[in-house]
């Protein structure tokens, strides 16, 4: 158990807890408050198997609240509930891991959103192919191909940058400037471009370096074309800010 320390939250009381909790309670508790009480909060069960599994550790538990720090000393009897906000897991995991991989961990369902907005922009992108390709076939031939195929890449990437700024990343502090909406626009399309060149790359070298079927080479691809998409996509493009 890490070493409880306390801090002085006014002159009559202070709090007692250890890191990261400590630095929380001081900015989440009215410095008004006095006495003395636990500080519990109530927290998924989720949370709690991420807080063990990077060994971040807590006071205890009472009756399925987690405690995470005393005001002024024990005393079962008085109990002052936190809630802990986005930003606050993101100081908690921060505590253990890089940022860059806080942040996604202290927002989980910001990234199902994002990974809902791509599975979507996936039907948008095949529906798009389709549309152009019955449309110009017969006037383009083979070239119709190309042609519907670089739309459908095109119209995805719109389609996934506009709900991204509209929902995604909605309230993260954005400038809405078009310079910088332009900017992120750029970006990502250079993360959509590196993905897609990514899953095309390992989907022919793998199955021709290793003699393996096409398929393990298409679903690597695709793997570490979600990686890039996310880290120049969902990090770089639209939480770089955030990152402090």
Known sequence: MEEVKCVELNGNSSICSIPPWIEILKNKLNSAISGQAIIVTRMSKLNYIILKFLG??????????VVIGYLGGVNNKNRIMVRLEPIDWYSVYS??????LALPLSELSRVLIYLTIGALGVLVNLAAV????????KYLGLISNTV???LGFEVSVIF????HELITFRGTGLSKSIR?????????HSASIASFLS?????????????????IGQFVGIV?????????????????????
């Open 56 to 65: 971040v550790k807590t006071l205890g538990r009472i009756n399925g609240d």
């Open 95 to 100: 505590f253990k891991l890089p940022k860059f």
């Open 130 to 137: 389709i549309y152009t390709y019955s449309t110009l076939s």
């Open 148 to 150: 519907a195929s670089v």
């Open 160 to 163: 996934n940058f506009t709900l």
């Open 180 to 188: 910088s909406i332009t900017e992120r626009l750029i970006k990502y």
């Open 199 to 215: 899953q095309v790359s390992m989907a022919n070298l793998l199955p021709f370096l290793f003699k393996i079927p096409v398929w």
């Open 224 to 244: 570490v074309g979600f990686i890039i998409n996310f880290i120049l996509g969902y990090l770089y493009t639209w939480s770089r800010h955030r990152i402090k």
